[in-house]
């Protein structure tokens, strides 16, 4: 009878410990961050040049919920370029096999209009390659580019691109990215073009398509006009700087040229880096570096007049809460729940011709049927 009291006690304390454990992992502990780099935000018009847009720049913050744009304006004192847009919505982000997507599924139904299973990229729920908005762009004869913080071949960026049943089919992706022939991008990656178990080397190939190709920002910086494939460091902000913001304003100024208008999808990759670290420092700065690159891109659409500017997310990365913060001194204080992503809905900004399309609350399909519409586009 002890002995079959004792072994009673040992299992109850271990479950409790157990449970405990669990609680504590995302429940106890807080992260904070103090803000030391404000920057000031500049107010823009709404007066446009047209009715519809010629060009449309679509931005998505890999896990960006709407605390962390939250977290993002506290940090900065309560300014952000985001307070620009008027027209503001949610998007919904469950795929076609899960409540919880991840950037595979979420970014293909952006991208394509289809919910598809997680993991996959450009193809639909029963494994059809669906056409992406960028790809229906360049048939339709607009430029098309591609700019990320990451590896151009990470789900993001290959749902805009690539067919493929799983996100970790890097070489079958990088094959894709030269097959689909975006005018430009941008990104990580390199290894994947050139050293190949199949022998081919895609850099060559994309140097006989006439794509300029360089491996650093001096270089990339350069470029005015024509084809471009750059290759740059992915990861956090504190190893890459100010990249994204120059960056994407090397593909605006390039893209800029092209008389029948552009499509171009820029990431910030690493805000979901920072939820999935459960870091308030690494979550906000890459919320700050992505939204100075919104404001270069919205000072680059006040002044064309006929560029829709849209930002969202593909899901919400660590189910952050903010528990506490100081908007007079940039302090903010938050819990994560977990290490994975969420079934939250992410916010949907929308600036220029053809944003009040963009409110509400919709499926993240709705994007691409949006896009079809308001750029006129034949499928
Ligand atoms: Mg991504
Ligand atoms: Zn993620």
Redesign the pocket.
Known sequence: MKKISIIFITLTLLFTVTIQGQNKKYEGEESSYQNKDFYEVQTFGHKFKSKRPKNVILMIG??MGVAHVFAGSTANRGELYLNNFKHVGFSRTQSANRYVT??GAGGTAIATGHKANNSSVGVDAEGNAVPSIMAVAKKNKLATGIVVTTSLLDATPADFVSHQPSRKMMPEIAADFVDAGPDLFIGGGIEHFRNREDGRNLLDELREKGYQVFDTITEVEKVKEGKLAGFLKEGRISQRGDQLERTTAVALDILDDHKKGFFLMVEQSEI??G??DNDMQYTVEEMLDFDKTIGKVLEFAEKDGRTLVIVTAD?E?GGLTLVGGDVETGEVRGRFSTG??TGNMVPVFAYGPGAEFFTGIDENTSFFNKLVKVLRLKQ
């Open positions: 890999d896990g991840d950037s979901d880096g939820g999935h899901h990365t994975g992503h």
